[in-house]
Nanobody, 121 residues
Framework: QVQLVESGGGLVQAGGSLRLSCAAS????????MGWYRQAPVKQRELVAT???????NYADSVKGRFTISRDYAKNTVYLQMNSLKPEDTAVYYC???????????????WGQGTQVTVSS
């Protein structure tokens, strides 16, 4: 099985910064896409940022220029550096990874348990 464990959430004032981490562990052959999503109360889960196996990144318009996604391929870990945080960034942030368990298998999406980010005004 595969586990994704997130860390780094918390409470921060508007304009502040946080860095989220997500480490994947278990029976992993390879990971292509890794990313961060978030879900605010009474809203649907939305994409924040993704990074591919060859380092291509994609960001939601609402976070471009403020958030940076990066990855440590050796550690199967993805990071999200969040700067200039706004109250509207408040949400539970979830890590996602497309994992192949062995050479012949298709990639399967796994989710972390989520980490709360709260930005006060």
């Amino acid at each position: 099985q595969v586990q994704l464990v997130e860390s780094g959430g918390g409470l921060v004032q508007a304009g502040g910064s946080l860095r989220l981490s997500c480490a994947a562990s278990g029976t992993i052959f390879s990971i292509n896409l890794m990313g961060w999503y978030r879900q605010a109360p009474v809203k649907q889960r939305e994409l924040v940022a993704t990074i591919t196996g060859d380092g291509r990144t994609n960001y939601a318009d609402s976070v471009k220029g403020r958030f940076t996604i990066s990855r440590d391929y050796a550690k199967n870990t993805v990071y999200l550096q969040m700067n200039s945080l706004k109250p509207e960034d408040t949400a539970v942030y979830y890590c996602n990874a497309d994992v192949r368990l062995d050479w012949g298998s298709k990639a399967v999406g796994y989710w972390g348990q989520g980490t709360q980010v709260t930005v006060s005004s």
